[in-house]
Structure formats: C-alpha cells, structure tokens
C-alpha cells in the first residue's frame, strides 16, 4: 500500500548518529493515562478502552479504521504487497544485526521464560510471517552463538491491526510449522493494546504512517487549513502541511506512551515512510502517487460523475515523518534511546524498473478500503481503472521524483 511507495527509492542510505541525539530520563509511567483491559490469553481481546486523546476519532469524516484488501483475489493486500515485502526484506540485516547486539535475551527471560514478540499494522500476511520468521531465528541464532546454557524460551507472537482487517485470512495462513503461539490483538495501536511491562519486543513495518485521525481544519472551509480538490499535502499549503504534522506528533506522542508502558525491557523496530531532511514535500514519491488518485477525481467531478463536496471531503490520513521529527518524538517521551536510525533504499530489493500498473494495484490494495468508505466502491473503482490507463505518465512522473531514502528504519531501546 500507500508506503510502499517509498520503496522505490533508489539508493542512498542516510545514517543519522543517533547516540548523540537523545540524552533525557524516562518520562513518570504513572502519569500515563490509558488503561488495557483484555488478557494477553485471550486469543483475540478486544481493547475497550480508548485514551481521552482518542475519544473524537470517530467524528472525523474519515474513520479511524483503514483496512488492507483482504482475502488472496487479484486485488488483495496478500498478492499485492510486493513493494512492503521489499521494505521489510531491506530492513531484515538490520533486524538481525539488532537482536545480536541489543536484545539482552538473558534479562528478558529471567523471570519466564517466554519472549512476547508484537507486530503491530501486521494486515493480512505474508509480510508479517516472513518477519516473524526471522526475528525468531535470529534469536535462536543469538541463542547458539552465544553457547547460552539455560533453557531456550518459547515464543508468543501477537499480531495487531484494526479490528476491521481480515483475521480470518491472516489466521488460516499461518505458516503450520510456525515455532511460536500465535494470537490476534484487534485495535488501533494509537492506544495500549498490551498489559504493563509484558512486551519484549514490538516490531511494525509499514504501518505508523498511518495517522489516527483526518489533520483538524482540512475540511472546515472557514479554515486556512481546508484543503479544498486535493486530497493530501504534497502540493498543498504550509498551513496544510502544518495539520498534517500537528497530528502526527500528537500520534506519536500516544504510540510511544502505550509502548513505553507496555515493554517492560526490550527492543522496538520501526520501519515507515519517510521525507529525508532537507527535501521538499513535493517530491515525496508516494505524495505524488496520492495527487496522481486525486487527478482523476477532479476528472469526474469536471464530468459531472461525482460532486466537488465529495472530494473536498476527503483527505488521507497518511504521514511521513523526517528523521529529525522522530528522533524529536523519541527524545520528547524519553522512554527509549535511539540504537539506530537509518534511512534505506528498498528499490534495491526490487528487480528491474518500477512497474506502474503494479505500483497502482499495490495502491488499491492498500487504500481501496479507506477511499470506498468515503466515495463508495464505483466511484473507486473507476479511480483507478482510469489510473491504470494513465500507468505512462505516472512513469514518467516518478522518474522525476525525488526518491532517495524515502524509508525510515529505526530500533528502540527501552531505557
Ligand atoms: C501497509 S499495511 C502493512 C502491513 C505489514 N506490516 C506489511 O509490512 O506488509 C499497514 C497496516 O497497518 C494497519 N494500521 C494502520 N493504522 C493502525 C492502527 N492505528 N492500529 C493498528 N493497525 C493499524 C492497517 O490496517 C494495515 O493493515
């Protein structure tokens, strides 16, 4: 979907040092406001209870859930997240390279001796398995390097995602010789999903940059912030830009909160979209794969298929953060120090050029679910068959993008 779209970044790591960027002590756990019901036994527990911070999500005119594709037919999530694959496949070494050096699986297990593993925005597979996968062998790897003599831990891995998103698939295609216990964990992880201190380690790739909610003020006409025809904020105004990023800092703000409660000492791996420091939101590639959707609604309200209130509307509730804007998320909570922080190229994971029909179906597969909601399935559809018939121009169009570095990939560490 959507971030992958910074997939086809071609090459240029941009390593940011992060041991000096952060520096404070860990914020009072006590002063942190949500509260998890639900049992990590439960196989799938509901999360009943909302922040206060949440409370308005659904009065937003986008809703809070956005659903991947489900099922395996042609427009699935499943056989058409190839552009995530490559973003995971990219982070893999560093995932390993991670747990070799940072997880200290000695003090996790020294009280049980299960490792609690999450993947959090894991939709509907096979992504979430391959990572789990590897995750899993390379702590057994640590585990035999290390010659360690006390008992191999077992595994519980729980997979989030809304409560919308397709379980049943996700569920029936679990790998069957999988070495861990499996379990669903619906809801929004903008919120505690987990009891206290029972995480060891969290991984999400693909997923943080969605937003909560739609940015206040984009749909208030009287608003400097209403962003009237488009549906994103690549070409918009600063005033535009300037929501997007207030929500995205006050997500952030409750993501780390409910993770910081939630490991108690442990490892957490982030891999999103990104805008490198320094380049304009213009050339955020999939900025302008949104504005390449948004091109073709303004057809149709032009053709008299649908009207202009409709569009003006809608906006997506999607960001990508520089790196200098997370490290300042991270540094503000101070629960976690900053391992490491790289941007990456997943294109490399990519054989041959970027294809645009697949690009566009990867896209539908990711967004259909939240531009259906608000338009209804025709008008959607007729979006991107019109989309697919413009696939040259959209070429064209990335190729003068800027698409360097446009992944972020970050370890956490619970102080
Ligand atoms: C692009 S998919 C990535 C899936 C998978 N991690 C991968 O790499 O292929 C993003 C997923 O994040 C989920 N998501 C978005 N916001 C979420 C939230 N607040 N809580 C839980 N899941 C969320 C979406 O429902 C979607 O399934």
Redesign the pocket.
């Given at each position: 979907?959507?971030?992958?779209e910074c997939n086809i970044i071609p090459l240029i790591n941009y390593l940011v040092n992060p041991g000096n960027i952060l520096s404070s002590d860990c914020d009072s756990v006590e002063n942190f406001a949500y509260k998890a019901k639900g049992s990590l036994n439960s196989q799938v527990s509901e999360r009943d209870t909302q922040s206060s911070e949440m409370s308005d999500i659904h009065s937003a005119s986008v809703p809070?859930?956005?659903?991947?594709n489900g099922g395996d037919g042609p427009y699935s999530?499943a056989k058409n997240?190839v552009y995530?694959?490559a973003?995971?496949d990219v982070a893999k070494e560093m995932i390993d390279e991670a747990i070799a050096e940072k997880l200290e699986i000695k003090i996790l297990t020294a009280t049980s001796n299960t490792l609690r593993i999450a993947?959090?925005?894991?939709?509907?597979g096979p992504?979430?398995f391959m990572?789990m996968q590897n995750v899993l062998q390379a702590i057994e790897r640590k585990y035999q390097n290390q010659d360690l003599t006390f008992k191999k831990p077992e595994f519980n891995v729980f997979f989030?995602?809304?409560a919308a998103?397709d379980f049943n698939t996700l569920f029936a295609s679990l790998p069957p010789d999988r070495q861990y216990f499996a379990a669903g964990v619906p809801?929004?992880?903008?919120g505690r999903l987990f009891p206290e201190s029972s995480l060891h380690l969290v991984h999400?790739?693909?997923?943080l940059q969605?937003l909560?909610k739609v940015p206040e003020g984009l749909l208030d006409k009287n608003s400097p912030a209403w962003n009237n025809r488009r549906i994103f904020y690549t070409t918009a105004s600063n005033e535009v830009f300037n929501a997007y990023e207030a929500q995205f800092i006050k997500d952030m703000e409750v993501f780390l909160k409910a993770r910081a409660e939630e490991i108690a000492v442990g490892l957490m791996v982030l891999n999103l979209p990104a805008l490198p420091d320094g380049i304009h939101r213009s050339q955020l590639p999939f900025g302008l794969l949104f504005d390449f959707l948004a091109s073709s609604l303004r057809d149709m309200v032009n053709e008299g298929l649908m009207n202009e209130a409709q569009l003006d509307s809608f906006n997506l509730p999607v960001y990508a953060p520089s790196p200098k804007e997370m490290a300042l998320q991270v540094e503000r909570n101070g629960c976690f120090s900053v391992e490491r922080m790289e941007l990456t190229d997943p294109a490399s994971k990519i054989n041959g050029p970027v294809d645009a029909r697949k690009l566009i179906m990867h896209l539908r597969a990711?967004t259909e679910g939240v531009f259906s909601k608000h338009f209804g399935h025709e008008i959607v559809a007729e979006m991107f068959e019109r989309c697919l018939g413009k696939s040259a121009k959209l070429s064209s169009l990335l190729e003068s993008s800027n698409m360097k570095g446009a992944q972020l990939f970050l370890v956490l560490k619970r102080k």
């Open positions: 979907m959507v971030m992958s809070e859930s956005f659903p991947m999530y997240s995530q694959k973003a995971s993947d959090l925005g894991c939709a509907v992504n979430t990572t989030n995602d809304h998103n809801g929004s992880f903008h999400s790739s693909q997923a969605w909560s990711g």
